[in-house]
């Protein structure tokens, strides 16, 4: 309106409602940049309300607007302390998450060193009955040790107990040969033991047949 009287008298302090306009429409910018900022900060964009906090606040000040720069600072350092402490707890939550790892990977590895050291035992002691001669029983032991290492992924540890197995395979064999080879001539004494008395009897005979026929 005042702008319209003015052209009607001439235009009469035009450029000067002009500028005092255009001052009004900066101050509202102010707000609506406060505003923006605002909605931003409810949506969690923290760092794009602060972008517009100052830029709010910049524009305040170039108009020695003391009201829009005072509140536009305000929310800014508000923003700003938000975002440090999204950033701080956004930090112990990532250390937390990295100091669960590390305990969940050190109850890990200490399990698979308990696991390991069981393995180690188990092979230990199929070792030993392989030395007393027990092979069934240390295929046994060593079959369960090489099925620990393979869990475990320790495929190197599995491979070398192969060559045990096989050799408590060829032990059991030579054991079963042997036992055959014994049983064998157990069998061929007895009937070594059997014709001896039979071939004595038949001597005795003959002797006294001979004895007994006359001159």
């Keep these: 309106a005042a702008r ?7 235009n009469t302090g035009l450029q000067y409602i002009d500028g005092q306009l255009d001052r009004v429409l900066r101050h509202v910018r102010v707000f609506d940049l406060i505003a923006q900022g605002e909605r931003k900060q409810e949506y ?14 910049e524009m305040a000040e170039t108009l020695y607007f003391g009201e829009g720069k005072a509140e536009a600072l305000k929310l800014q350092m508000e923003a700003e302390e938000a975002l440090d402490q999204q950033k701080m707890d956004e930090a112990a939550k990532l250390q937390e998450q990295i100091n669960e790892e590390v305990a969940s990977m050190a ?8 696991d390991q050291q069981s393995a180690m035992d188990i ?11 027990f092979y069934e029983e240390a295929i046994t032991f060593y079959q369960t040790a090489q099925a620990m290492y393979s869990k475990l992924e320790m495929e190197e540890l599995a491979e070398e107990i192969e060559p045990k197995i096989i050799a408590a395979q060829a032990g059991m064999e030579a054991a ?25 009897d038949g001597e005795k005979e003959e002797q006294t047949e001979e004895t007994t026929q006359p001159d």
Aim: no cysteine.
């Design 107 to 114: 109850v890990e590895n200490e399990q698979k060193s308990n």
């Design 44 to 57: 969690g964009n923290l760092e794009g309300a602060i972008a517009l906090y100052k830029e709010a606040k």
């Design 123 to 133: 092979e230990n002691q199929g070792n030993a009955l392989l030395a007393q001669g």
């Design 176 to 200: 079963r040969k042997a036992a055959e080879m014994e049983k064998a001539a157990e069998e061929a004494s007895e009937e070594a033991d059997e014709i001896q008395p039979e071939e004595a």
């Design 4 to 10: 319209e009287m003015s052209v009607e008298t001439g």
